[in-house]
């Protein structure tokens, strides 16, 4: 788990959230975090810029969320999807984004908005059952080619027989 700043907000409930929790500066640096992101991650994330924990796209991101501030238009809780460097697109991570203020200090609070676990085995199921879903798709377009190949050579065979007679 991260060390604390004092008074920041992460102190109370959001210590004990399941998912990650962190509040960051305004340009970008991680300042606390409830220690989830550091579990996944297996390294700390506490005085690192974020943009460093993701991948190329959700830099992009991230850069358009940290402007949106500086034109006006800050999130209010707003769901942002980010894939965290060295993971697959499939692993998206999706914070709730809000802005506030730490005394003085502009703050970002992102709060992972997190699946619900009792729903991973439906979703496995539903995933190994696309899986052969596609599987099934490929055999059956492979078959139709098959198939249409069988017939065009039966028509060119029938053509051919047909000429053949008329030629008697």
Not at 85 to 106: K, P, Q
Request: hydrophobic share 45%; aromatic share 6%; proline share 2%.
């Amino acid at each position: 788990m991260s060390e604390s700043r004092v008074g920041s907000r992460l102190h109370g409930c959001l210590r004990g959230f399941p998912a990650a929790a962190l509040e960051l500066s305004a340009d970008g640096y991680v300042m606390d975090s409830n220690g989830r992101l550091e579990a996944l991650l297996g390294q700390g994330v506490v005085n690192r810029p974020f943009a460093e924990l993701l991948d190329t796209t959700s830099r992009a991101k991230w850069a358009r969320l940290l402007a949106g501030r500086d034109r006006g238009d800050a999130p209010a809780g707003e769901l942002w999807e980010f894939v965290l460097e060295g993971r697959s697109a499939l692993e998206l991570r999706t914070f709730a984004a809000v802005w506030g203020h730490d005394g003085n200090e502009a703050v970002l609070w992102l709060i992972e908005y997190s699946r619900d676990l009792r729903l991973e085995p439906l979703y496995e199921e539903l995933s190994a059952a696309n899986a052969e879903l596609v599987q099934a798709q490929r055999e059956l377009a492979k078959e139709r080619t098959r198939l249409a190949r069988a017939h065009a050579l039966e028509a060119e065979a029938r053509a051919t027989a047909e000429r053949a007679v008329r030629l008697r």
